[in-house]
Nanobody, 123 residues
Framework: QVQLVESGGGLVQAGGSLRLFCVAS????????MGWFRQAPGKERDFVAA????????TYADSVKGRFTISRDNAKNTLYLQMNSLKPEDTAVYYC????????????????WGQGTQVTVSS
């Protein structure tokens, strides 16, 4: 199995920036695609961004395009989400996930999930 641990969440002012981290352990020899999802109180978990194992392809939710950047460092088994120009609407628990087969917005495509890290953006 793969274990994922997110960090880097916190409280930030609107317009500010935050960088999230996700460190993987376990079966990291597999070439997993990775993604970020988020869940606000009372809402379903939504797709944020995803990246292929090589980093050659990325995809983003429309709501974060131009503001968020997903990246990875396979040598460090680490996934990143750089979040700029943050809005109060970005407030949520952010989860990283790993997929053995697919890249995309469907949560069912992901096999492993982290515990989440809270991001709060004040207005």
């Amino acid at each position: 199995q793969v274990q994922l641990v997110e960090s880097g969440g916190g409280l930030v002012q609107a317009g500010g920036s935050l960088r999230l981290f996700c460190v993987a352990s376990g079966r990291t020899f597999r070439r997993y695609a990775m993604g970020w999802f988020r869940q606000a109180p009372g809402k379903e978990r939504d797709f944020v961004a995803a990246i292929t194992w090589s980093g050659s392809s990325t995809t983003y939710a429309d709501s974060v395009k131009g503001r968020f950047t997903i990246s990875r460092d396979n040598a460090k088994n680490t996934l990143y989400l750089q979040m700029n120009s943050l809005k109060p609407e970005d407030t949520a628990v952010y989860y990283c996930a790993a997929s053995e087969l697919a890249l995309g917005p469907m949560s069912s495509s992901y096999d492993y999930w982290g515990q989440g890290t809270q991001v709060t953006v004040s207005s």
